[in-house]
Nanobody, 115 residues
Framework: QVQLVESGGGLVQPGGSLRLSCAAS????????MDWYRQAPGKQREVVAG???????NYADSVKGRFTISRDNAKNTVYLQMNNLNVEDTAVYYC?????????WGQGTQVTVSS
């Protein structure tokens, strides 16, 4: 079955950087659109960035110019490089894929931006 395992979260000061990773298995990774979502306390889950099988990318306006999504099809892994983090980026970050009409999510990784 589809499995997504995120890693790389942590505590960082404003202006700092983190790189999240999502290791995928159970489907033909290179063929699927992958995306990252986040959910802050008391807020709805929102999409952050997505990357198509061919490498095309999409970003939420709030992260454009600061976050970069990428993928390594040889490693079945999608990344989220996050730079110039601010306190509003604090959230649990989730990896997501839609395979054969079913949404699959990782367990999430906590990102906390605080001084």
């Amino acid at each position: 079955q589809v499995q997504l395992v995120e890693s790389g979260g942590g505590l960082v000061q404003p202006g700092g950087s983190l790189r999240l990773s999502c290791a995928a298995s159970g489907f033909i990774f290179r063929a699927y659109y992958m995306d990252w979502y986040r959910q802050a306390p008391g807020k709805q889950r929102e999409v952050v960035a997505g990357i198509a099988s061919g490498g095309g990318t999409n970003y939420a306006d709030s992260v454009k110019g600061r976050f970069t999504i990428s993928r390594d099809n040889a490693k079945n892994t999608v990344y989220l490089q996050m730079n110039n983090l601010n306190v509003e980026d604090t959230a649990v970050y989730y990896c997501h894929v839609l395979v054969r009409g079913m949404n699959s999510w990782g367990q999430g990784t906590q990102v906390t931006v605080s001084s």
